[in-house]
DNA sequence: CGTGGCTTGTGACTTTGTGCACAAGGTCGA
DNA sequence: TCGACCTTGTGCACAAAGTCACAAGCCACG
């Protein structure tokens, strides 16, 4: 098909969904070219980056101009594989788990939430954002009818690796982890994590790198 | 005071967070020394890298033995600068929001909630976890009670950098931003995010590479 | 149709991160 | 006390990522 795709870096594909958050941006202004001077400012990263980063997805750029802004946007779709929808499901319906199905931000941006699923049964059947939530004999079933879906993982740790598992045994193909542990997978499945307390702690770091803070007094 | 800590690289300081949870679990558990093997396994990593990366800290472990687990999670909280509590405030009383200042799990990994601003009246002065809304004029205030303090922001993309200056302006002097929208402060900040879309569509990337899903049937 | 000015795309180089392999150094049993 | 056995700590070679600088290419204008 596309024919010169070389593999695209790790560190490229992470900056990508920036890149594609500026352009709709850019689209909802009317703007419609765009320099990789001014991309890089509005993604916060170096010029030079942001070319070699769309170099990867083909030669869209025009020389003295910059890059059209619609047709770069559409190809970041294709290349990043949101040309459709790609629906989530949540495990777990507690504190994170609503908030996430309560979150519009997530459908506007390709992701519909396919359903929620958690395994206290006074959990069951209550309300969350625009679905119930549904037993995790639910679940296979509910794959089947979006797949492929995107398993987000709002449980707690403890059950993190066996709830991913059943995830995997029901057809889901990407994992999103919130819980604080070591989930693995079989390497046909792409997972990511989200560690908020991690996070955190980086923040700790740096800030006491640069001014160490009094000990107790 | 410590002599030779050398400057610690950033994927290190990004892995020291993982290590930290795995050594409060062993301490849980009763288990007195690990090796690095043991560690890499729990980690998810190569057992270079974890000695690597725990050199950096200083010289702490025994040969033929492994590290003892008390003295290295002592000295990794000192390393994160995680002896003291952080607390942390949130800004936006919205999903997100609560959820965050429900979650019990930070206060008890070191970083207690101080409070949670809203510019919204009608939020003011509802409860969310274990705190009442108060309005953003008393950030100022909340800041100065509780420094050094973390600012959550977790308002919609639009005005997160309008709320950053004012974090900044109040003397918060680290930030985590929840929005989806590039913030910018000054260099003696630090600075992290978190864009949960952002990680779909990396998902989405790599699931797509994996298996090109049929086009518009 | 030619020239000047602007911006891309990329080769060369630098910096950062990873992983192997092994000497150094410690433990423990005899 | 000695030696067999482990595991750390790190030098080194390689891989990945980031930056610079500039030739190539395109547009616009006269
Ligand atoms: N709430 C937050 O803001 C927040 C922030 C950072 C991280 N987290 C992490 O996200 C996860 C969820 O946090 P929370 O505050 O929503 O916790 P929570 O306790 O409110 O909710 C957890 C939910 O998971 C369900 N559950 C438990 N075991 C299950 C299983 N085996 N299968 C399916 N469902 C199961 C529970 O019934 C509950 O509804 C935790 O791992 C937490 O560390 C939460
Ligand atoms: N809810 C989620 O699960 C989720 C997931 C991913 C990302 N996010 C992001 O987190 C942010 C918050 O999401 P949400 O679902 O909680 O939104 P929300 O609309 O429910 O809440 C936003 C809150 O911010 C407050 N606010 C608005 N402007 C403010 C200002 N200038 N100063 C102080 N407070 C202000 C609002 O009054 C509101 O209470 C958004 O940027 C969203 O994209 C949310």
Redesign the pocket.
């Known amino acids: 098909m596309d024919g010169h795709t070389r593999r695209i870096?790790?560190?490229?594909v992470a900056?990508l969904p920036e890149y594609l958050r500026i352009l709709v941006d850019l689209v909802d202004q009317r703007i419609p070219t765009?320099?990789?001077?001014?991309?890089a400012e509005l993604a916060g990263?170096?010029?030079?980056?942001?070319?070699?980063?769309?170099?990867y997805l083909?030669?869209?750029?025009?020389?003295?101009?910059?890059?059209d802004v619609d047709y770069l946007l559409f190809q970041m779709r294709q290349a990043l594989g949101v040309t459709q929808d790609w629906p989530v499901i949540v495990v777990g319906a507690g504190n994170l788990g609503r908030a996430l199905a309560n979150y519009a931000g997530f459908g506007e941006r390709g992701f519909p939430l396919a359903g929620v699923v958690d395994a206290d049964d006074t959990k069951v059947g209550t309300e969350v954002g625009p679905v119930r939530v549904r037993p995790m004999s639910d679940l296979k079933e509910l794959v089947a009818e979006h797949r492929p879906v995107i398993g987000i993982i709002a449980t707690p740790g403890a059950v993190a690796q066996q709830v991913a598992d059943e995830l995997v045994a029901a057809g889901v193909t990407a994992i999103l982890n919130f819980a604080p542990a070591l989930v693995t997978v079989p390497p046909s499945i792409s997972l990511r994590k989200v560690d908020l307390a991690l996070e955190l702690q980086i923040l700790s770091f740096y800030q006491s790198q640069r001014e160490p803070r009094r000990d107790s007094a």
Chains 1, 2 share one sequence.
């Open positions: 870096p790790d560190a490229t900056r765009v320099a990789s001077e001014r991309l990263v170096n010029a030079a980056k942001v070319r070699k980063d769309l170099s083909g030669t869209y750029g025009t020389r003295g101009v910059g890059y």
